[in-house]
């Protein structure tokens, strides 16, 4: 139940999304009459960090052993790549009251390359079964990087690198209920069901965590997730992540079902995803093939090193010939009629 979604640039953006990889714009995408200039530059960085958010309610024991077993084959692909990581764990309940909310569990806050990972991880992703029925991960995953928890003096000092890509993986046998203290205290979990309209839009929370970064493009959010039809092998207390599902379509990312009963080859692919060269790049807007030019640093690339797919609007490079770590990418063309997504509404 792998699924990979990947949302088409809007004709407002100055950058677009890869999947499972980030990319930033260098120059902003240019109009004039029916031609467009995409520009990007090829992951520029070799750090990458990680945060899992794990659901500590009661229904959580055996997917957290899970993920404690499901670790060896996700951040086997990153040792390879020998990518300077920060990795980190937060629990998914989030109770204003609560002093630790957000907060990375425990000392150091981080582990690095440098640190017994393996094992520390394995240990502190077991977060407990006695939190909140009222889970809202996104809300607890912006503010454990948010420049509150962060910055000189914060509790989580030292996780974010501004320039590193961020990962974020949930972990939940239910949605999100991030309201942004819309609902006060103590309300019923039910109510972020009932009152789902009145919870803070996905996209806000995704904005806000873009904003932590240097570059908007650095930001994937994974899901493992109640799937969108929760039967078969789900119990009766998985319900529909829909709104995890919706936040790792936003950012290109990847999510899975909770219900599975082997997670090791979804982690393995998610470290993959996680470090390498970006292959495939969408177009902003369609393009007339006959008109489509490729540049590397400058140079024009030959048209037997790539390939246009008119469906996703995407040009994929052949083995052998991805942009080297850092280069610049841009893509010129001529538009189709009626391929430029309209950013209102």
């Not at 991960?137 to 003096?153: I, R, V, Y």
């Not at 609902?183 to 996905?202: I, M, S």
């Not at 039809?229 to 789900?234: H, K, Q, V």
């Not at 979804?266 to 790049?281: H, M, N, Q």
Request: proline letters at 6%; aromatic letters at 8%; charged letters at 25%.
């Amino acid at each position: 139940m792998l699924r990979r979604r990947s949302p088409v640039p809007p004709l407002g953006a100055l950058c677009a999304l890869v999947v499972g990889t980030a990319v930033g714009c260098q120059d902003p995408i240019t109009v004039s009459q029916q031609e467009r200039t995409d520009s990007y530059q090829q992951v520029p960085t070799d750090q990458i960090d990680i945060l899992f958010v794990v659901d500590d309610s009661a229904s959580m024991i055996n997917e957290q052993e899970q993920l404690a077993e499901g670790f060896r084959d996700f951040i086997g692909a990153i040792e390879v790549t020998e990518t300077d990581f920060h990795l980190g764990v937060i629990r998914i309940d989030f109770e204003y009251s609560d002093p630790s909310r957000g907060v990375l569990v425990g000392d150091p806050p981080y582990l690095t390359r440098a640190d017994e990972y393996v094992q520390l991880f394995s240990e502190r992703v077991k977060v407990g079964t006695e939190g909140s029925g009222r889970e809202k991960g996104l809300e607890a995953a912006w503010f454990a990087t948010s420049p509150q928890t962060t910055s000189a003096g914060g509790p989580n000092e030292g996780f974010l690198r501004a320039g590193a890509e961020l990962l974020i993986l949930i972990v939940s046998d239910e949605d999100d209920c991030s309201d942004g203290g819309r609902f006060g205290e103590g309300f019923d979990r039910l109510d972020c069901y009932r009152r789902e309209q009145d919870l803070v839009p996905v996209e806000t929370w995704i904005e806000r965590l873009r904003a932590t970064k240097s570059s908007r493009d650095l930001l994937t959010v994974a899901a493992i997730v109640g799937p969108e039809d929760p039967a078969g092998l789900c119990s009766e207390e998985t319900l529909p992540g829909e709104r995890y599902i919706r936040a790792a379509e936003l950012t290109g990312g990847l999510s899975f079902s909770i219900c599975e009963p082997d997670w090791s080859g979804f982690l393995e692919t998610l470290g993959v995803e996680a470090v390498k060269l970006t292959e495939t790049f969408p177009l902003s807007c369609g393009a007339r093939p006959d008109s489509l030019v490729v540049e590397v640093d400058d140079a024009e690339v030959e048209d037997d090193a790539w390939t246009y797919d008119a469906d996703t609007r995407s040009v994929t490079f052949e083995e052998g010939a991805v942009p080297a770590r850092g280069s610049s990418v841009v893509f010129r063309y001529e538009i189709e009629p009626g391929t430029c997504v309209s950013t209102e509404g």
